[in-house]
């Protein structure tokens, strides 16, 4: 292949990378942004069932229809933050695997560090200097399942307390 063939394709591929990359990026933040709105209105529902609940200052076996109410809340919201969870990471995945493939293509070695090294050195220095302290808890996926587990176990308490097993 004639080379100005050869870098005219190498500009394609790295455009058609590069694109690819900012989309998955920008894809996995929204379903980021989206996992942290519904848990906010989570967190507002439940407020507004528990209010409804307690309105008349006395918990009875009326109020269980509440209860369940607020454990199905809770169980929706454990489903839907794991599922965009999952769709987050699958993202980032995909442009991780954009990010490897420009290093391979077009940050070779002998032109400077690639796009893999400058990251791995920023989170080393990131890790040195903050020594990984919330990154554990942050990224793990119990993190997102915590607050509707939370509301749906308020919900099983409700009940049980509606039903009359606590007095």
Known sequence: MEP????ERLKIQKDILWGLYQEHRSHARHNETL???INNMLIVASVAIISFATYDKALNKSDIAAALLLMG???LGIFFSASYTERALKHKQRAKEC???L????FKEPIGRTLNKVMTE???QHKKSHAGKMGRISNSHLFWIILP???MLAGAALMIYCIGFIN
């Open 35 to 37: 996992r942290s709105t």
């Open 73 to 75: 809340v809770g169980f």
């Open 4 to 7: 100005e063939n050869l870098n």
């Open 103 to 106: 290093d391979s293509t077009v």
């Open 149 to 151: 587990l939370v509301i």
């Open 99 to 101: 990010h490897k493939e």
């Open 122 to 124: 920023a989170d080393d």
